[in-house]
C-alpha cells in the first residue's frame, strides 16, 4: 500500500523532507532478533501505560486510522506496525519492526486532522509536535529515548515520530497506589534519571511532565527519559507562565498562578517521582481515590502541596539518607530546592558501585565547590 510521506531518504517516493535521522552505525542493536525476523516480543513484557479507553475522535475520510483497519499487513516505508502499545493525550504508540535491519522501534502518531482541531481546543497542536520533534532530535543521551526520524504522512493525515523501543515498558503505571522499589534498586534508577534531567537541563531543555510513567526501562535494566510533548527549551532567567504536565507532579509555585521556572519544577517532580518509588503513593493525596493520577481531585489538593509538610510513613523502612534527598528536591521555596546538579551529588548515591566513575565523568561542582566560588 503506497503512501505519499516526508522523507528526504527515499528517492523512488514522492519526497520532501526529513527531519532527522542517527546515523545507522549508531542505531541500538539491543532488540534485534537473530533467528525470528517477524516475532512480536511478548506484550506482557511491556506496558507504555496511558488510558485503555478509546479518545474521542473527529471523523476524518482518509486518516491513519483507515490504514489500521485495512485488511493485510500495516506497513510505511520498511516499518511494520505490529501492535497498539500505548495511548496518551492526541497519540498513539505502536511496536513497529523495521524489516530492514530487523530492529524494534515505537512510534508515536499523531493524527493531523485532531492537532488541527485541538488548535481550537485543549490538546497537542501542530506547532507542539513539531517543537517535540525538535526537541527530540537534539537529544543525544542514554539516559533520554532516542530519537530517530519522523515522517509525514500526506495520505494517511499523520506524523509518525519514529523513536527507540523500551523493551520492560514505563517504570510504574499511572495509579495513586503502587508497589514500592526496593530501596537499592530505586537508587540505581532514580541515579539515571538524574543523569539524563542533568542532560536535559544542560541543553536549557525542560521537560514539564516528569514522572514514573514516562521513565522507561529495558530488560538490560537501563532506563530513559522519554515523552517530550511537554518539553520546551527555555533559559534559565525565562519563566513560564503555564502548566502543563500531570497535576500530581506539579509543584508549589505552578498553584500561585505566577510565572515559574521551569527547571526547579522539574527538580520537585523528580522528588515526586522517588517517594512514588520508596513509598509506593502519591505525597499530599489524602487517600480517598485509588483512580489516575491526572483526575481532577488535584486541583482540590493545590493548598496541601503549598502549604503541608512532607510527611513519610514509618510503615516502610526506607533510609534516612533518601528521606532527606526527597526533603531538598520537594523544598517549597524553588530558590532553595536542589538543582539536578545538587541532587547527584547528595550523599545517598555515594554507594553505587559506579558513582565516582560518573561523577568524574560529568565535571559537576559540588555545593560546597559553588559556595567557594
Known amino acids: 500500500m503506497g503512501c505519499s510521506l516526508s522523507r528526504a531518504d527515499q528517492k523512488t517516493r514522492p519526497v520532501t523532507s526529513r527531519v532527522g535521522m542517527l546515523p545507522q552505525q549508531e542505531e541500538d542493536q539491543r532488540y534485534e532478533e537473530e533467528d525470528e525476523v517477524y516475532d512480536d516480543p511478548d506484550p506482557q513484557m511491556y506496558n507504555y501505560g496511558g488510558p485503555e479507553e478509546d479518545e474521542e475522535r473527529i471523523p476524518c475520510e482518509v486518516s491513519f486510522q483507515t490504514l489500521m483497519s485495512s485488511p493485510g499487513e500495516k506497513r510505511v516505508f520498511e516499518y511494520k506496525f505490529l501492535r497498539l502499545i500505548g495511548r496518551g493525550t492526541g497519540a498513539e504508540v505502536y511496536l513497529i519492526l523495521n524489516t530492514e535491519t530487523n530492529t524494534y522501534y515505537a512510534a508515536k502518531v499523531y493524527d493531523k486532522t485532531m492537532l488541527q482541531y485541538n488548535t481550537l481546543n485543549n490538546g497537542p497542536t501542530i506547532q507542539k509536535v513539531l517543537q517535540e520533534i525538535q526537541v527530540m532530535s537534539m537529544i543525544k543521551c542514554k539516559y533520554c529515548i ?107 509555585e505552578q498553584f500561585t498562578g505566577q510565572p515559574f521556572k521551569g527547571k526547579p519544577a522539574d527538580v520537585w517532580a523528580c522528588g515526586v517521582s522517588l517517594f512514588i518509588m520508596l513509598f509506593g503513593y502519591v505525597p499530599f493525596l489524602d487517600g480517598s481515590n485509588n483512580d489516575s493520577v491526572y483526575l481532577a481531585v488535584w486541583v482540590r489538593n493545590s493548598e496541601r502541596v503549598k502549604n503541608d509538610p512532607l510527611v513519610f510513613p514509618d510503615s516502610i523502612p526506607v533510609s534516612d539518607d533518601a528521606k532527606d534527598l526527597i526533603l531538598h528536591l520537594m523544598d517549597k521555596n524553588p530558590d532553595t530546592r536542589f538543582t539536578i546538579n545538587d541532587a547527584l551529588h547528595h550523599k545517598w548515591f555515594q554507594s553505587l558501585p559506579n558513582y565516582n566513575e560518573v561523577m568524574s565523568s560529568l565535571y559537576l561542582p559540588s555545593i560546597a565547590e559553588k559556595a567557594q566560588n
Request: net charge negative.
Open 146 to 252: 532516542q530519537f530517530k526520524e519522523v515522517l509525514e504522512d500526506q495520505v494517511y493525515n499523520a506524523y509518525y515520530i519514529i523513536e527507540e523501543f523500551a523493551d520492560n515498558g514505563c517504570l510504574l503505571p499511572q495509579k495513586v497506589k503502587t508497589t514500592p522499589i526496593p530501596e537499592e534498586k530505586a537508587k540505581d534508577v532514580f541515579f539515571q534519571i538524574c543523569q539524563g534531567v542533568r542532560y536535559l537541563h544542560s541543553k536549557n531543555i525542560v521537560h514539564r511532565d516528569l514522572k514514573p510513567e514516562n521513565i522507561m526501562t529495558f530488560s538490560d535494566g537501563h532506563v530513559a527519559i522519554g515523552d517530550y510533548s511537554a518539553a520546551r527549551f527555555m533559559i534559565d532567567s525565562e519563566y513560564l507562565d503555564d502548566t502543563e504536565g500531570t497535576p500530581a507532579f506539579t509543584s508549589p
